[in-house]
């Protein structure tokens, strides 16, 4: 049995399918195929000339009514900050008293990102809860294989979401205190697809209600569909005017372009943030205003539309298409193009995809070596992080030394410090982020801790 990518019988074995099939376009052909992405596309000739879609949120309110379903809302103790969407909708984003569902991808690839974001919360004296008790969305499986189904995901979102409902209970706090923040861009795309269905099949609802009851996971005997499903860069960018009256360092010398995540605005685009004074309301404003905020200098880049190749189904099945994506048509463009000093994002598989393919480019000769960064991870560097205790620069394949460099950061003196650092922590001494008798919510290990003002 062959278990590569052809035989010599010329048999190919993708995992897309017998569907799948070469195009076999000459150069010129495939030219014309792919011109229309490097034409000016804005959220007006993509999305807006279209008939008006539905909100679903319009049902969702409907559905409580009829009592069939509990919604989670967002209240004053949330401290939320209205946005608007592409069709001019306002979003509810809350900013304080926020619930983290971490990405796995984030955690074993990229632990500055989450580290970036708690740091900046800190510092803002933003209330959080980042606790175990919670699992993979399971997106990347069903997306990348096709092995899972809509009820699994559907289940694993509702579950994860009346978690982060319960989750104050441990503290004597009552239900709805914590707000779901979510930090991966494929579990917010797959999250709002998953309400939608939910919020529009009576068939679905029944059969994952029977799945979440067996769990104990349903409130008065009913779903609980959360208000808004809310990104992280949402959350950012909300807070970007805040965010940038504790930067530290000048960064309007930096020339950053933007990957924007297929998952974050592409997938259920209705729901996306958009703004008049980012781009003139023509891009997703998430990570644009954040980076704008701080003064760098935003360049534009003819192959921005595009997918960072990640594809879920590519990176299993043709990784050298990925890898071949990211390089050329990403990180060659912004390079050659638009001479970045770094490519900014806000999605785990993104900044994974074009980060860490860099190096089998330099392996076939086409050595781009660009910075590629999370914008809270900019963010937080812009505010005086350090770049490897909080930000940990050293977990990216792309070299950050020419950024920092420019950046007026000391990395060598940085990196001596964190050396020094890690010594203390091998014998024993080390300080975190968040007090870790909180990260246990339930089951053994917790921890009850006193609350200010409790009796």
């Not at 997106?139 to 699994?152: P, V």
């Not at 943030?273 to 990570?287: E, K, L, P, T």
Request: proline fraction near 4%; glycine fraction near 8%.
């Amino acid at each position: 049995m062959n278990t590569g990518n052809g035989d010599n019988t010329g048999e190919r074995f993708t995992g897309h399918g017998s569907e799948w099939r070469d195009s076999d376009l000459n150069p010129d052909d495939a030219r014309t195929a792919t011109a229309w992405v490097e034409q000016v596309i804005n959220k007006r000739s993509m999305l807006t000339n279209k008939d008006r879609v539905e909100d679903v949120r319009d049902v969702m309110w409907d559905l409580e009514k009829d009592g069939e379903i509990v919604v989670h809302r967002i209240g004053d103790q949330h401290k939320p900050k209205m946005a608007k969407t592409i069709y001019g909708w306002d979003k509810k984003i809350p900013t304080n008293q926020l619930w983290h569902h971490k990405s796995c991808g984030q955690c074993g690839n990229i632990p500055g990102y989450p580290a970036s974001l708690l740091w900046l919360m800190n510092e803002m004296d933003v209330s959080y809860l980042d606790e175990t008790d919670q699992t993979s969305c399971t997106a990347w499986n069903y997306h990348g294989s096709g092995i899972g189904n809509l009820e699994s995901l559907a289940a694993v979102f509702l579950r994860n979401f009346h978690q982060a409902y319960v989750s104050a209970r441990a503290q004597g706090l009552p239900d709805g205190h914590y707000y779901p923040l979510v930090h991966c861009g494929t579990s917010f795309g797959n999250y709002k697809e998953v309400r939608g269905y939910l919020l529009q099949s009576a068939t679905l609802r029944e059969k994952v209600t029977k799945i979440l009851g067996k769990l104990g996971r349903l409130v008065d005997g009913k779903l609980l569909i959360p208000e808004e499903v809310v990104h992280y860069s949402e959350w950012v960018h909300m807070m970007r005017g805040e965010i940038a009256e504790r930067q530290t360092i000048d960064v309007s010398n930096i020339r950053a372009t933007i990957h924007p995540a297929c998952h974050v605005y592409k997938m259920v685009p209705e729901d996306v943030i958009y703004d008049d004074d980012v781009m003139d309301g023509n891009r997703v404003a998430v990570s644009t205003g954040v980076m704008q905020s701080l003064g760098t200098q935003v360049i534009d880049y003819s192959t921005w539309y595009d997918c960072c190749g990640f594809g879920f189904r590519h990176i299993i099945s043709e990784r050298e298409f990925t890898r071949s994506f990211a390089i050329d048509r990403k990180i060659k463009v912004a390079v050659e193009e638009a001479q970045a000093d770094v490519m900014i994002g806000h999605d785990t598989g993104c900044i994974t995809t074009l980060d860490k393919n860099q190096w089998i480019g330099k392996a076939a000769g086409k050595d781009y070596s660009l910075p590629v960064l999370a914008d809270v991870q900019f963010a937080a560097l812009a505010c005086g992080a350090h770049p490897y205790r909080i930000v940990q620069s050293h977990w990216h394949a792309s070299a950050t030394e020419d950024l920092m460099d420019k950046m007026g950061i000391d990395w060598q003196a940085k990196k001596a410090e964190f050396e020094a650092y890690l010594k203390e922590v091998e014998a024993g001494k080390f300080d975190s982020l968040y007090d870790p008798r909180l990260a246990i919510t339930s089951g053994p290990g917790f921890k009850a801790l006193p609350r200010p003002g409790a009796e």
